[in-house]
């Protein structure tokens, strides 16, 4: 059964870039016809997609974040990462992610907090 | 963007009612819907897929209907583990864009 596991800094300071890398385990990230995605819920709030890689590297990006998202893989490591740049208080939130098989998001991890303040 | 929008935003019931949310999309997406339970502090859950598929494991009681614009999520006989938020997902097209949640509360 495939586990995702989000990690990374849980606080970043304004205008710097958000790192986060999410280990999926109990399956290979290349094998079967799936994408890995990011999706944020900031406290109390509702849920945002941020975008999807395939393990080719093939990228899917919301275009509200487009210009400050970059999400790559290692397929070596069995991870993909996510970059957020130029971050500001908006961008806290709960960071999640997940196996995306285009039409619906599912398993996801368990969700990590990050908070922009100086 | 195709918005999703859900009501009502919160509905108070007891265990053994009868529950049904309601998810309009600004336009068309077929049957590319799904539902998810999400619990305080916990990632969401999938619950129904392609508008009526139930996933595998989640109970009878819940069910999915509609296409098109309008869908609606129906537990049939609230149970306390039901207590929770819900929210309905389009993937008719880029971005994927969710509902605002309907909060199930206890009556």
Redesign the interface.
């Known amino acids: 059964q495939v586990q995702l596991q989000e990690s990374g800094p849980g606080l970043v300071k304004p205008s710097q870039t958000l790192s986060l890398t999410c280990t999926v385990s109990g399956g290979s990230i290349s094998s079967g016809s799936y994408y890995w ?1 990011w999706i944020r819920q900031p406290a109390g709030k ?4 941020i975008g999807r890689i395939y393990a080719s590297g093939n990228t ?5 974040l487009k210009s400050r998202v970059t999400i790559s893989v290692d397929t070596s490591k069995n991870q993909f990462s996510l970059k957020l740049s130029s971050v500001t208080a908006a961008d806290t939130a709960v960071y ?1 992610c ?1 196996r995306d098989i ?10 990590t907090l990050v908070t922009v303040s100086s | 963007d195709i918005q999703m929008t859900q009501s009502p935003s919160s509905v108070s019931a007891s265990v053994g009612d009868r529950v049904t949310i309601t998810c309009r999309a600004s336009q068309g997406i077929s049957s590319w819907l799904a539902w998810y339970q999400q619990k305080p502090g916990k990632a969401p859950k999938l619950l129904i897929y392609a508008a009526s598929s139930l996933q595998s494991g989640v109970p009878s009681r819940f069910s999915g209907s509609g296409s098109g614009t309008d869908f609606t999520l129906t537990i049939s006989s609230l149970q306390s583990e039901d207590f929770a938020t819900y929210y309905c997902q389009q993937a008719n097209s880029f971005p994927l864009t969710f509902g605002g949640g309907t909060k199930v509360e206890i009556k």
């Open positions: 995605s509702g849920l945002e997609w899917n990006y919301n275009p509200s999640y997940a285009g039409t619906v998001v599912d398993p996801w991890g368990q969700g």
